[in-house]
């Protein structure tokens, strides 16, 4: 899967939260962006409403978070 197609579709609320996440980074609270992130990346993937190829591909591009198997 081309990794641009793994960001289609995702949950309302999960594209909000990389949203919020995008227009916070230089906030003073980016670490909780960023925790709020990880946190519905894990939700959607748990729930099924995302693949785990496609929770990686998030972690990885937004949260710079790697597979233990890729470090």
């Known amino acids: 899967m081309e990794k641009n197609l793994l960001e ?3 949950p309302d609320f ?3 939260s990389i949203d919020m996440y ?3 980074k230089d906030s003073s609270l980016w670490d909780c962006y ?4 990880q946190s519905n990346i894990n939700i959607a993937e748990t729930e099924d409403l ?3 190829e496609q929770a990686w591909y998030l972690r ?3 949260l710079k ?3 233990e198997s890729e470090i």
């Open 34 to 37: 960023y925790c709020e992130l």
């Open 14 to 16: 999960l594209r909000d």
């Open 50 to 52: 995302i693949s785990e």
């Open 22 to 24: 995008e227009k916070n």
């Open 8 to 10: 289609y579709e995702l």
């Open 60 to 62: 990885n591009e937004y």
């Open 65 to 67: 978070i790697k597979k």
